[in-house]
């Protein structure tokens, strides 16, 4: 494990460390935001191309050396450390995300994929959805692939307001009928969005 000081700068923008699952199409969709609110503050980005597991271990251990320096006064932590994945074909996924919770992580899940997240920006999905159904529909309002387009992440940055509200509701009509707020079809990206941009 990559044991480098984690803490950033003491003075100037707080900064947000997201550790993400995915090493193109999620790095990506944070530098968008990231440029747009880089006045305010700063991501920090590590893509791990790994399971949910070892993005949540990694994620502990920020966590871990974060409070440690600024508790020696090695400057400020972060001012939130965000891990991100998607459920895929993970076992125990479930408990992944109460782990990341337990300990004081912020979570950013797509079920079944962050695909979801995107597909949301442009149409419904209540219904559960194979993760391969998510990235065809995706194919007929993105350009396809793990790379996004600067058009892409114009036209996702536009209909932000819009894939917040569906995946609000999706939210809440998990919880309404008693099954997991995070269950398929699912996403709570919009709140590492609303932290960047908040």
Not at 8 to 13: I, Q
Not at 46 to 72: K, N
Not at 132 to 157: E, I, M, R, Y
Not at 180 to 187: A, I, Q, R, Y
Request: charged share 25%; proline share 3%; hydrophobic share 35%.
């Amino acid at each position: 494990m990559n044991r480098r000081r984690t803490v950033p700068r003491s003075r100037g923008k707080p900064t947000i460390l997201v550790i993400c699952e995915g090493t193109k199409t999620e790095p990506d969709y944070l530098k968008l935001w990231g440029r747009r609110y880089r006045s305010s503050v700063s991501i920090e980005v590590q893509a791990l191309g790994a399971d949910a597991r070892t993005v949540v271990d990694r994620g502990v251990e920020a966590l871990r050396l974060s409070r440690r320096d600024e508790r020696r006064g090695r400057g400020r932590g972060y001012a939130s450390i965000w891990v991100m994945f998607d459920c895929d074909e993970h076992p125990d996924i479930k408990g992944q995300v109460d782990r990341a919770l337990a300990a004081g992580l912020s979570v950013a899940f797509s079920n079944p994929c962050v695909e979801l997240w995107f597909l949301l920006h442009f149409q419904d999905q209540t219904a559960f959805i194979h993760r391969n159904s998510v990235q065809q529909a995706c194919g007929t309002h993105l350009s396809g692939g793990k790379s996004l387009s600067d058009n892409d992440l114009t036209n996702l940055q536009a209909n932000y307001q819009a894939a917040k509200a569906r995946a609000q509701g999706l939210g809440e009509r998990h919880l309404g009928n008693g099954s997991w707020k995070n269950e398929n079809p699912s996403s709570t990206v919009w709140e590492l969005v609303d932290a960047i941009r908040s």
